[in-house]
């Protein structure tokens, strides 16, 4: 559970072929979505995007097992069921967060189903004062305590993986009462950390997955980080040092200098 080789000849191709990644609206937004999109940076080096995929992916920020650092990913079409036990109603906004994350992601075959038995992904959607009550029911009292202690969490997202590190189920609990930006913000973070951006870390200051930035929106350099998860020359399983061993190649293969 989570909550919050590459051959890098790998990163550098795969950045050269994310030429086109941005991050414009498809439609009205809410306007502090809009502020911060407006002044996100969207130019970054070969160096800062390998920094943050081997931060981000590569570690977990609460793991209830033993420790790893190997990649975690789907290797199969992930089929998203949605659970409303809250007004508002949020299932048609995460209908459009999960086709937003779809059109960013190359070679990610994601949507939202409503058939329960072929799921492999499920989002809860509860009202805040439940949220809590949420976690200690679906974890039990133990591991809810550990995850308060250690995250004091507004929303949540764990992952089932399988000996090849290949994540097998996810789950997302997100309240839908806590104000609009609260909502997406919680809703992209916890959605993509459970497609397998599984770690936080404050050292990286453009992504989502940094417990100081709120974004409410798919960021650029978020999606350089996605992109490279689920690019097929990156494997569930690969380590850190597997990759790291490619990384001169990489940087002069990138054109970054």
């Not at 809590?132 to 009292?141: A, D, E, F, S």
Request: net charge neutral; with cysteine.
């Amino acid at each position: 559970m989570m909550f919050r080789k590459p051959s890098l000849i790998t990163l550098a191709s795969i950045a050269i072929a994310l030429a086109g990644i941005g991050s414009v609206p498809a439609n009205a937004e809410n306007p502090d979505i809009s502020s911060r999109r407006a002044s996100e940076r969207t130019d970054f080096t070969n160096d800062e995007i390998k920094d943050g995929f081997f931060k981000i992916a590569f570690n977990a920020e609460l793991q209830l097992g033993a420790p790893v650092e190997r990649v975690r990913r789907f290797d199969e079409p992930v089929r998203i069921f949605v659970v409303s036990k809250a007004a508002p109603d949020r299932r048609s906004e995460i209908a459009a967060i999960v086709d937003d994350i779809r059109s960013r992601v190359n070679h990610l075959d994601v949507a939202v189903t409503n058939d329960r038995q072929t799921a492999n992904f499920t989002v809860t959607l509860v009202a805040e004062h439940d949220l809590k009550r949420t976690i200690r029911w679906r974890y039990g009292t133990d591991k809810a305590r550990r995850i308060e202690q250690s995250l004091s969490p507004q929303c949540l997202s764990g992952i089932g993986k399988d000996k090849q590190y290949r994540i097998r189920r996810a789950e997302v609990i997100l309240p839908v009462d806590a104000g609009e930006f609260a909502f997406y913000d919680c809703a992209y973070e916890e959605l993509l950390q459970a497609l397998g951006a599984i770690n936080d870390d404050r050292s990286v200051p453009w992504t989502m997955f940094n417990d100081d930035v709120q974004m409410g929106f798919f960021d650029v350099y978020d999606q350089y980080l996605l992109n490279i998860l689920y690019d097929p020359r990156v494997r569930p399983g690969m380590t850190k040092e597997r990759s790291t061993r490619s990384c001169p190649r990489c940087c002069r293969r990138c054109g970054h200098g």
